[in-house]
């Protein structure tokens, strides 16, 4: 459905390039605008505007359409966790241990000493688990 969606979309953005494109320049900017063009009857003028008007209209629906499919799924998230996170052991091999007195800062603080009292000396190349 939603390839459908994209592929009307972008034939009414191509026609309506071309209908912006094929419509007379009155701004006179640059002094290119005036003189007998391709299409320089009124009737025409009136055509190319309305045919622009409803491609435009065209356009803003099949958009709105696109980012409210977009969305559709997307079921809602908070960056506050509900429950409590997996226990699971950090890259270097240790098992952090739950922090018994202080905050959070506190166990990080540890953690960084334990893993300061282990680190390697010098670089090493990455391992692939």
């Known amino acids: 459905m939603q390839t459908v969606v994209i592929i009307v979309h972008l034939m009414i953005v191509a026609v309506m390039i071309g209908a912006v494109l094929l419509q007379k320049s009155e701004g006179g900017g640059l002094g290119m605008g005036g003189g007998a063009g391709f299409m320089s009857s009124r009737g025409t003028a009136n055509l190319l505007t309305r045919t622009t008007a409803i491609l435009a209209v065209g356009f ?4 709105l359409f696109l980012s409210w499919y977009a969305g559709y799924d997307r079921k809602p998230s908070s960056i506050v966790g509900t ?10 091999g240790t098992p952090m241990n739950a922090p018994t007195s202080g905050g959070i800062l ?3 603080k540890k953690a960084d000493e334990q893993q300061g009292q282990q680190a390697p000396s010098g ?4 391992r692939s688990q």
Do not use: E, H, K
């Open 106 to 108: 506190d166990s990080l």
């Open 123 to 126: 670089p090493q190349a990455p």
């Open 83 to 92: 429950g409590a996170p997996a226990q699971t052991q950090p890259a270097g």
């Open 60 to 63: 803003f629906i099949t958009s």
